[in-house]
């Protein structure tokens, strides 16, 4: 009766270490790694100039000093139809990928 008490024990054990390894492995890490990289990026962001043109080449718009530019994928049902940044004062801007708009460096 022992024997099976301990293997019965083991079990467990080794089914609790295998829930606390996926946890750290897939959540804890992966969070981690993002808050990093979000610190990261608040003091290694770029210096963007987006520029929005009219269809004729017309400078519509530009804002400076923008740190980063979002937008959707590639595909799938995720797939974002515009791309949106915020600027230096905060403030938030969408523009739809309708748009023509040039991110350069400065």
Do not use: C, H
């Not at 969070?31 to 610190?39: A, F, L, M, V």
């Not at 770029?46 to 979002?70: A, C, E, M, R």
């Amino acid at each position: 009766m022992s024997k099976i008490k301990v293997i019965f024990s083991m079990i467990i054990i080794v089914v609790v270490m295998a829930v606390f390894g996926w946890l750290y492995f897939f959540y804890f890490n992966v969070e981690r790694s993002n808050q990093i990289r979000r610190s990261i990026d608040k003091y290694t962001g770029q210096n963007l100039t987006i520029s929005v043109f009219s269809l004729n080449g017309q400078l519509i718009k530009q804002w400076k000093n923008v740190s980063k530019v979002t937008s959707g994928s590639a595909g799938g049902a995720d797939q974002r139809n515009y791309t949106y940044f915020y600027t230096k004062e905060g403030k938030y801007v969408q523009l739809p990928n309708s748009v023509y708009y040039i991110a350069e460096e400065e």
